[in-house]
């Protein structure tokens, strides 16, 4: 194996680990709000920086790691535990992993630098880090409560919805100003990022993609 392929691998763990840790950290701030049972945290905000930076393939491991982990037992998301991967905002979890591949394999396509890019982020963020979340978790929100869809969609949805949107702002921003200077894990990178990458010497930036 070559140095560069072997300094690729040691990057690709690390910083899968450390945004798995990020996404832990940004679950644990937890504000609970006296309209909705569910809690205001940064998680969804923690998904749209993992896929946005990750990209498609190390933003799904990443999150998959951490469900694993949390249905083992450790308390990583709220409690640890089978209870909370079967609770009700399992709808929401068990999709936590597929948003980071759909914002990592859009985000991927889309150009780095200028407002139209930042704006075209921030849609797929909305799309994919939000909106896609409701669709899974509102639905099984109402089956493990008893609530109808609209009472759901009431209590686990519409509360969040204007702080979901400030965050995919916010998120496809910070997306835009770090990928330039991502090593690129899963051998993509943005069109106008590859120069970049190839100017600065970052290891594993190249442009083959992995068989």
């Known amino acids: 194996m070559k140095k560069s392929e072997s300094w690729t691998s040691v990057l690709r763990i690390v910083f899968t680990a450390l945004f798995a840790a990020l996404f832990v950290a940004f679950s644990h701030i937890r504000i609970t709000l006296g309209i909705s049972p569910v809690p205001f945290t940064l998680q969804s905000f923690a998904i749209m920086l993992i896929g946005g930076l990750l990209g498609p393939r190390y933003g799904f491991v990443s999150l998959a790691l951490v469900l694993a982990l949390t249905a083992l037992g450790l ?47 921030a849609v797929v963020m909305e799309l994919f880090g939000s909106l896609l979340l ?41 997306v835009q100003a770090l990928r330039p200077v991502m090593p690129a894990l899963d051998g993509e990178r943005p069109r106008a990022a590859k120069r970049h990458a190839g100017a600065a010497g970052v290891p594993g930036t190249g442009s083959r993609p992995e068989g």
Do not use: C, Q
Request: glycine share 12%.
């Open 134 to 174: 409701y669709a899974g978790g509102v639905p099984w929100f109402a089956r493990v409560t008893g609530l109808s869809l609209a009472e759901s969609f009431a209590l686990a949805a519409a509360p969040f919805l204007l702080t979901d949107l400030l965050k995919a702002l916010l998120a496809a921003g910070i």
């Open 75 to 121: 308390p990583l998301i709220s409690e640890g535990g089978w209870s909370v991967m079967t609770g009700r905002t399992a709808g929401f979890i068990w999709l936590f992993p597929v948003s980071a591949f759909l914002i990592g394999w859009f985000a991927r396509r889309i150009r780095t630098g200028g407002v139209l890019s930042w704006l075209a982020l």
